[in-house]
Each structure stands twice: as C-alpha cells, then as structure tokens.
Nanobody
C-alpha cells in the first residue's frame, strides 16, 4: 500500500508559478513511474507529466516548456514546477504512483489560475 499526499495548490494569477509536492509513504526509488494528472469537472483525468526511476520524463503537449516534473528519492517526494500558468491549467491535480501495475493516487490539490 502506498499513500500519497499532495501539497502546494492554490490560487495564482495568469503568468504566475506554483510548485506542487507529492510526499509518499514508501521509498520511491523502487517505484518505476510516478506522475501528475489533472481533472476538471465533467472531464476525464488526464496525464500532465510523468517521470521514471531513471529520470526519463514525459509531458502533455499543453504543458511542455512550462512545467517541470522531478523526484527526490532521498526525500520520497515528487514535484511539479508550474510556470507561466494559464487559466486553462485550472484543475484538481493528482499525484500517481504505479507499483507493479497497480495505481495509487493522492487526494488531489486544487490549482486555480485567474485571468
């Protein structure tokens, strides 16, 4: 069982920045893939960014060049640095860990970008 807790959401003006953190209850260096997803009302959860244990990253086209995903295995924490935020980035952001094919999720943190 892996417990994930997100921190860092909030309200920011367009063009601003936020950093999300995801603290895991387990040693994350054993987890091959972790990622950030987001969801808006009435829509499916979508992948924002993912990172493997080897540090290989993958981003949604809509956030490339603005968001950066990283992980600190020593702190069992994953991050999402979000710059140049846009109103369309407004969503609930979820942390995900895929362990042996099983998905674990955090409770989500709200990010609201005002125009």
């Amino acid at each position: 069982q892996v417990q994930l807790v997100e921190f860092g959401g909030g309200l920011v003006q367009a063009g601003g920045s936020l950093r999300l953190s995801c603290a895991a209850s387990t040693v994350i260096f054993t987890i091959n893939t972790m990622g950030w997803y987001r969801q808006t009302p009435g829509n499916e959860r979508e992948l924002v960014a993912a990172i493997t244990r080897a540090g290989i990253t993958n981003y949604a086209d809509s956030v490339k060049g603005r968001f950066t995903i990283s992980r600190d295995n020593a702190k069992n924490t994953m991050y999402l640095q979000m710059n140049s935020l846009k109103p369309e980035d407004t969503a609930v952001y979820y942390c995900n860990a895929n362990v042996n094919g099983r998905d674990f999720w955090g409770q989500g943190t709200q990010v609201t970008v005002s125009s």
